[in-house]
């Protein structure tokens, strides 16, 4: 799932400050499930501003949405009924592709409520850690299912570095060391030998470079 | 100026503050009439926004009385209230309503004298500190659908 945890409080407030009535909207994807902007968090948000704003003086008017997802354009129509006049700006708390197709949608100032961090899974309740460098090209394959790119510091392809120690990496003494984790792997199921192939310079044309990536199906396109 | 009389809201868990306060009845004890009690099957089922409507509806203080740690009739319901207060008390504190508006206890069924005491903590606590912001001037609230439904 994509991982966002809130902007601060007062970050948020900042930003909403010319205000006077916004439209805070929620998304039941990636975000519920890692609790920082499903339809709870968008209560508690909107309950922390309007008491912030009504504090000041200055009051707030909140209308409150969730949709099951901020990254789907037939989602997104729902928004429609909410999205009126007197809305003076629409905060979303969906991740960084939300508040674009918000923004893409309506013409409204958009504002996002959160910061979007990594692709990951939930190691335990409440703790969230990232597991895909969504480089494109995936050679979990060849790590026995431990990611080089995100589990090493370094996102060396051919590892470990000298900062190995103990399993753990110099950078952090709590940090597991990423090739570490896929040496040990790789003993475990007698596949070591592929560790002595030197793999050379990975293809980062197909990671984050030459604008957004696409990915298109014609046997799925409906027109 | 006229004298302050706080509204508390406090939510009671079923097994432990509910029947305290049951008993402080049967006790005859007194406690301060400022006490609205929120029956909840478990303290684990209060959760943040509770607490914050509590305070937008017009709270002055509210606390969170579940069972005695350990003895949770839901196991862990009284230690994920304990988290979820601390959490909400941070988010107070940001608002600058105060986190120490609120608060959690912890206590057992038979204990009514304790439960009288805390409403009277309570109580003296939140006199003590005023008015919560968001009572202690007159602001029109605009038409909020959610803020205005009833709970």
Sequence with gaps: MIVAENKPFHDILGLIEDAKKILIVGCGGCVAVCLSGGEKEVGVLASALRMSRKKEGNPLETVEVTLPRQCDPEYMDMLKGYVKEDIDCILSLGCGVGVQFIAERFSKWVIPAQNTKFAGGTIAHGIWEERCGLCGECILYKTGGICPIIRCSKSLLNGPCGGSQNGKCEVDKNLDCGWQLIYDRMKKFGKLDLLLKIEPPKDWSKSRDGGPRKVVREDVKIS | ?151
């Design chain 2, 1 to 151: 100026m006229s004298e302050f009389y706080p509204k508390i809201v406090a939510f009671c868990c079923y097994y432990c503050a509910y029947s305290a306060a049951d008993l402080a009845g049967s006790m005859r004890l007194q406690y301060p009439s400022n006490i609205r009690l929120v029956e909840v099957p478990c303290s684990g089922r209060v959760d943040v926004l509770m607490i914050l409507k509590a305070f937008e509806k017009g709270a002055d203080g509210v606390y969170v009385a579940g069972c005695l740690e350990g003895d949770c009739h839901f196991l862990k319901g009284n230690y994920r209230a304990k988290k979820r207060v601390l959490y909400a008390k941070k988010i107070l504190d940001e608002i600058g309503i105060g986190g120490e508006r609120l608060e959690m206890f912890n206590l057992s069924g038979s204990s009514g004298p304790r439960f009288a005491e805390i409403a009277e903590e309570m109580v003296t606590r939140i006199s003590k500190l005023g008015p919560s912001p968001l009572n202690s001037r007159l602001v029109s609230f605009p038409n909020c659908k959610d803020a205005t439904a009833g709970n």
